[in-house]
């Protein structure tokens, strides 16, 4: 069996959150902004398929655009941080998105 001390334990902990400290500090997007690419360059493609209903990313896209209108409508501006309380179902996805 292998294990690790309670300081070993630490010091890998601190060096994966160095390592994702570098990278978000090397990267000039996020993963939403990634998501806005791929849904502009192939909105047709699947982004989910659930239950045998395909949602393709442009239909994503379009779900995100408009819960964030709404939450804007209401005053959630960017940066805010949104609580999103629903059943697990595919618009949970899109609209974590917009948040």
Known sequence: MFRLTLDECQAAIDRTHRA???LAAATDFTIAD????????QPDAAFLIH????ISYGEADARADEFARIAWIHGVGKGDAVAIMMENRPEFLSHGWAS
């Open 34 to 41: 990634r998501f806005e690419e791929l849904a502009a360059a």
């Open 51 to 54: 239950q045998g209903r395909k």
């Open 20 to 22: 994702a400290s570098d």
